[in-house]
């Protein structure tokens, strides 16, 4: 049996395709997120299994610590990964304990389509990519005999190719005990997935821009934040599986000093990048809330220890500027007062302010940051040793920057593309802080002492 044979198990009855392979590859891409943020995480900690192929295809750190997986990957990257490895540092050594998978070797008839069979005690789902090019389709199947033949057919491939795997598979379903399959499942994933397609741009292939006066209607500024959560979206969650991926193969015990170094390179890239682009993604969200308006009250804010987190995070921060050829200077005050603020997303828009402030900074550059008392504030500076015209708050630098659309501004001198300054300020008001640039003395965040 193979991989190939399943999918046309799945498929079976479901109307031909008529998509192309940028759109079938989108439309997987929306029903992962869907699956994963509408469906398995409100479930809190859920239980169950996984199998994929020929890439692990949940990304979601929450998920992949708790379910437990099978993946059937190509040989050259079964060579270079472990057999057995459980996703993140720190889960679990052992494959059936949960939080990790078990790697499977790709057979040259099973294809390369992607599949996902998953297996909860409240959800059961398949999904797949099937058809010939330019007739391709989504499969997605929630009923309860389709998904029971799938899996006979997966053991019986495990019996011929890997035992132990099979009698791994037959243990984990066991200890899930009775399955409950919600028959409305199929009629609330179709319209989420809908939903999800339609604030996504129809191709990623963008059409030259018409020169000329620029006409910000309503309806273009929403669908250039429709575009910019689609391009983001595309961004995070293919970085999010090589980042999943380097961090299985950072687990072996065996790999050269060179290798090790260059794989955490990778990683601290990928991170970077995800929260990058995890900034730009709730900037462009902020800016499509109904009514919302600079100042308007946001999220909860809570008592935040904001020299602890800056400690926490000095030497992380350190890494990134060293790849850029930075210093970062870190100045923190006694006795400072807890502050008011956002901490689930105050850590990744500190991180975003630095990126902010040095992309423009000259290799050999000193970043200084310091938190200091301020009245009934605390006051967070970013400042620059030596390279007054070069950094983003200059009115030199200022020029240079081009707006894109409500969220983002680009400088054609670097290529730099990041949030715009009002972007910028009106996510540090839903934190709970107050953005100021002026000329010559860099960035400064006041925030509320408590």
Not at 389 to 400: K, L, S, V
């Amino acid at each position: 049996m193979s991989l190939a044979q399943l999918k046309r198990c799945l498929a079976e009855g479901v109307p031909a395709g008529s998509s192309n392979e940028d759109g079938v590859r989108r439309q997987w891409w929306a029903a992962l997120a869907t699956l994963q943020e509408d469906f398995l995480l409100p479930r809190g900690n859920v239980s169950g299994l996984w199998l994929a192929a020929p890439l692990p295809a949940l990304y979601e750190p929450a998920l992949l610590q708790r379910l437990q997986g099978w993946v059937w990957s190509p040989a050259p990257l079964d060579e270079l990964l472990p057999s057995t490895a459980p996703l993140l540092p720190g889960s679990a050594p052992e494959p059936l304990s949960g939080g990790g998978f078990q790697r499977l070797p790709l057979e040259p008839e099973d294809g390369s389509d992607p599949l996902l069979l998953l297996i909860t005690p409240g959800l059961q789902v398949a999904l797949c990519l099937d058809g010939p090019p330019n007739a391709r389709r989504l499969v997605v199947r929630f009923d309860p005999e389709v998904l029971s033949t799938a899996l006979s057919l997966i053991h019986q491939r495990l019996e011929r190719t890997d035992s132990a795997a099979a009698q791994g598979l037959r243990d984990a379903v066991q200890r899930l005990g009775p399955l409950h399959s919600d028959p409305s499942l199929g009629t609330q994933f179709w319209p989420r997935l809908a939903d999800r397609l339609a604030t996504m741009a129809p191709s990623l292939t963008l059409q030259p821009l018409v020169h000329g006066p620029r006409r910000e209607t309503p309806q273009a500024v929403s669908s250039e934040l429709a575009l910019l959560e689609a391009l983001t979206h595309e961004v995070r969650t293919p970085l999010a599986t090589i980042r999943t991926l380097i961090r299985s193969l950072l687990r072996r015990s065996d790999l050269p000093a060179v290798v090790r170094q260059r794989l955490e390179q990778i990683d601290g890239e990928c991170s970077e990048q995800i929260d990058r682009f995890g900034l730009i993604f709730l900037a462009a969200e902020l800016q499509r809330e109904p009514g919302q308006q600079p100042g308007q009250a946001g999220p909860p804010l809570a008592r935040t220890d904001l020299s602890q987190l800056l400690r926490a995070l000095e030497e992380l921060w350190g890494r990134q500027l060293a790849r850029r050829e930075l210093v970062l200077r870190l100045t923190i005050a006694e006795g400072l007062p807890p502050v008011l603020s956002d901490p689930a997303r105050l850590e990744t828009m500190l991180g975003g302010l630095i990126d902010r402030f040095s992309r423009s900074l000259p290799a050999g550059s000193t970043v200084h940051l310091s938190l200091q008392p301020a009245g009934a504030r605390l006051k967070l500076q970013l400042s620059s040793e030596g390279t007054a015209a070069g950094f983003a708050g200059t009115d030199h630098e200022a020029q240079r920057r081009h707006l894109v659309g409500p969220v983002l501004s680009w400088n054609p001198a670097t290529g730099s593309l990041q949030l715009s300054r009002q972007a910028t300020q009106q996510l540090f008001e839903r934190l709970g802080g107050r953005l100021t640039e002026r000329s010559g003395s860099g960035l400064t965040v006041f925030f509320p002492a408590c």
